[in-house]
């Protein structure tokens, strides 16, 4: 069983900067690929970025690639996402999530675990 607990959420302006975290509970957190996904409000959940179990591999949605930056600490048992240049769209709810199979996160988009959301909101 895995516990994953989102912290970082908050309101800021078009243009700036937040940094996301999530906080793994059990010993073998290294061997979870692990994702950040969203949802807008009025709209699905989507996926936003994963990385795997080493952090050797990262993956993004379209929308965010060459602003968003997801990076784990293996030794810390946490995962970031380190948000630049923000835009009103990108306002959402951002859930960490977790998985042993990487495809889980990239591909099928259905991990097992999840965390309970922070809420992100961007002003313009």
């Known amino acids: 069983q895995v516990q994953l607990v989102e912290s970082g959420g908050g309101l800021v302006q078009a243009g700036g900067p937040l940094r996301l975290s999530c906080a793994a509970s059990?010993?073998?957190?290294?061997?979870?690929?692990m994702g950040w996904f969203r949802q807008p409000p009025g709209k699905e959940r989507e996926f936003v970025a994963a990385i795997t179990g080493s952090g050797a591999a990262t993956d993004y949605a379209d929308s965010v690639k060459g602003r968003f930056t997801i990076s784990r600490d293996n030794a810390k048992n946490t995962v970031y996402l380190q948000m630049n240049s923000l835009k009103p769209e990108d306002t959402a709810i951002y859930y960490c999530?977790?998985?042993?199979?990487?495809?889980?996160?990239?591909?099928?988009?259905?991990?097992?675990?999840w965390g309970q959301g922070t809420q992100v909101t961007v002003s313009s």
């Open positions: 999530a977790a998985n042993t199979n990487y495809r889980a996160l990239v591909v099928t988009r259905d991990p097992r675990y």
């Open positions: 059990g010993r073998t957190f290294s061997s979870h690929a």
